[in-house]
């Protein structure tokens, strides 16, 4: 009861804190540096780790898919197959695995360290909103980045799963290219595209809001990070269901 | 004018229990009381980071637990604050820490003009050729006096100096010191000092306020404590040598 009690309390509490920072979007342009430079925070952060383990993402689903169907499906459908799953689920997820891990815990550590020393509060009292100042331009950086680091995401997962197909598994570059434009749709990619904004923004939004709630100590620094790394984690997932429900099964 | 009635603010294991002070117009005031007494708790519920529990905090005539975000945030526009770790922001050079209260709030403001009125109030503070160093490359004094320059930069009606020499040595305690009692002598400004080392600030101290175990013990006029009869008040008298 104790633990239901305080799920629906802090529930309530990211509501209101998520239209708090709706209502900053107003400070977009005032805040524009704030933005442009989160956003190069976010991909020094992020992109490099995303590439590298996309790549063997991509390589390791070739390798799977060939020993498990060699003998169901015809080679051709390899591609198809990965190029599928990437848009629609395998690039989202990486990306908002990758983000949950990453650039949560990098936010998370940083407002939280700043609450502790007081830093939260003294904006606050010099007539700063926080929400504006630090947590806004992140949120805003992250929805504006994430696309982009989903595209190349995913083109680093196809490009994994080719290098794997010509190099290993005696699919030829025709073959793999014939077989990832079957069923392709552009729905698919927008569809992908939208499911890792949503990642993105409840990942930020969930590691500002530990971050910034954060008690005092040391401690609290760490308790702040972890708590927002395994929401952030958790709400990825249960967020890639819904939203597979809405965008692909109807 | 700052006026406390009956705040209250209850924690686990710690709290302010039915706070009442008046600190009047252009006036010294000293907090003092033993650490974990409740002093940086009092200044939070002061700066309305704290809601009381029960109570009211008046600044200058508003009650800033009863009015709207906006008027809270005119209300602290008036405050200048050093924090008790200075709460200097670490991933910003000195100029951009101290310009920050007031490029946020015009930030159409020229930059030379900004720069100017940066270098006046770090003079003011006695610092200078600092504005492009960062915060972790400079002394805990001289950290003080970036906090307090930028306390200074929106020329604040009331200063707040919670523990401004806690962890100083002797000879950057009295820089500071002399720092703050020039400051109010030359602004006269509402002072409001946190410490538990009365020493350096009795001597230009009009108010005392003496909290223990959130509960105030004294508050009034520097004369009337200095012959309040009570265990601690006579620690902290024997401390400033008045005894
Ligand atoms: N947000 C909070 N939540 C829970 N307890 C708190 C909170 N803020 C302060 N306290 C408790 O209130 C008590 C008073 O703390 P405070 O920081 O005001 O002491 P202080 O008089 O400033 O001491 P010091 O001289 O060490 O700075 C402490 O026991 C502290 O743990
Ligand atoms: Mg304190």
Redesign the interface.
Known sequence: MKYVNSFLITSGEITIFILRIIKSFKMIFKNYRLIVFNMFEIITESLFILIFASLFMGMVSAYQIVYQMKDVIPMLYVSTIVTQAVLIEIGPLIVGIGFSGKVSSQISAELASMKVTDQIDALEVMSIDPIEYLVMPRVVAAILIIPFLTLITEFSVVFGAFIMSIGVLDITSNMFIEGSKMNFAMFQIFGGLIKSVAFGFFTVVLSCYFGITAKTGARAVGKATTLSVSAAAIAVVVLDYIFTRILFIW | MVKLTGVSKKFKDAGLYDINAFFPEKSVCTIIGRSGAGKSLLL?TI???IRPDSGSVLIGGTDIYKVKYKQL?EV??K?G?L???N????SMNVFENVS??VV??N?EMRYNDVRNLVKEKLKMAYLDDVTDKYINQLSGGMQKRVAIARALI?DPEILFYDEPITGLDPLTADGIIDLIKNLYLTLKKTTIIITHDIRGFIDFTDYIMLIDSGETLFCGTKEDFMSFDHKIAKAYIKMAGRL
Request: hydrophobic share 40%; net charge positive; no cysteine.
């Open positions: 939070r700066l309305g980071l945030k602290r526009s405050f604050v924090f008790q770790n709460a200097l922001l670490d920050l209260p946020y709030r930030p929106t």
